[in-house]
Antibody, heavy 119, light 107 residues
Framework: EVQLVESGGGLVQPGGSLRLSCAAS????????MNWVRQAPGKGLEWVSY????????YYAESVKGRFTISRDNARNSLYLQINSLRAEDTAVYYC????????????WGQGTLVTVSS | EIVMTQSPATLSVSPGERATLSCRAS??????LAWYQQKPGQAPRLLIY???TRATGIPDRFSGSGSGTEFTLTISSLQSEDLAVYYC?????????FGQGTNLEIK
């Protein structure tokens, strides 16, 4: 069974940093690209970042470029998101998501981790 | 960036009735379109990919259609458990973009 478990969220002051993690199990992690998607309270879904299976290709949403860094450790079956220079508008639940069904759609999602940026 | 526009924002449908949700892309995404269901307090769940293919375990009352810029999600006979927000997403171009969602209410 595919499982994605996020962790690392919490309350942080504006300008602060956090490192989010996503632990993957139940599939061959090293063969799949991965994504981060976020959802502000009461709002819709926003794609944040993508990393290919071997980390050779990385994309970011314009809203986070230069502040967020996606990475992965295939030996540890883990995905990461380093988020720096946090702003109030970064407050959201952050989900990791894996493509499924041989398409680019996101067939598998974690339960999410909440990041709250507030003084 | 491709902008995805969903309509209506809120839809109220009686149990057993048909619900029709629309999604429009600002440029062609071919058939690289997915629909997700998100119930309160839960992560999104993939319903439809490639515009019209149901994901594993999705009831056949859910169907998707369209290609290019116009897409539709149809729930043929609404059940109470279908109360949720539904999002479309294009994955033809980066950034992968979501619509703003349709909130489906049970009348």
């Amino acid at each position: 069974e595919v499982q994605l478990v996020e962790s690392g969220g919490g309350l942080v002051q504006p300008g602060g940093s956090l490192r989010l993690s996503c632990a993957a199990s139940g599939f061959s992690f090293s063969t799949y690209s991965m994504n981060w998607v976020r959802q502000a309270p009461g709002k819709g879904l926003e794609w944040v970042s993508y990393i290919s299976s071997n980390s050779s290709t990385i994309y970011y949403a314009e809203s986070v470029k230069g502040r967020f860094t996606i990475s992965r450790d295939n030996a540890r079956n883990s995905l990461y998101l380093q988020i720096n220079s946090l702003r109030a508008e970064d407050t959201a639940v952050y989900y990791c998501a894996r493509p499924g069904y041989g398409s680019g759609s996101y067939g598998y999602w974690g339960q999410g981790t909440l990041v709250t940026v507030s003084s | 960036e491709i902008v995805m526009t969903q309509s209506p924002a809120t839809l109220s449908v009686s149990p057993g009735e048909r619900a029709t949700l629309s999604c429009r892309a600002s440029q062609s995404v071919r058939s690289n379109l997915a629909w997700y269901q998100q119930k309160p307090g839960q992560a999104p769940r993939l319903l439809i990919y490639a515009a019209s293919t149901r994901a594993t375990g999705i009831p056949d009352r859910f169907s998707g259609s369209g290609s290019g810029t116009e897409f539709t999600l149809t729930i043929s006979s609404l059940q109470s458990e279908d109360l949720a927000v539904y999002y479309c997403q294009q994955y033809n171009n980066w950034p992968h973009s979501f619509g703003q969602g349709t909130n489906l209410e049970i009348k």
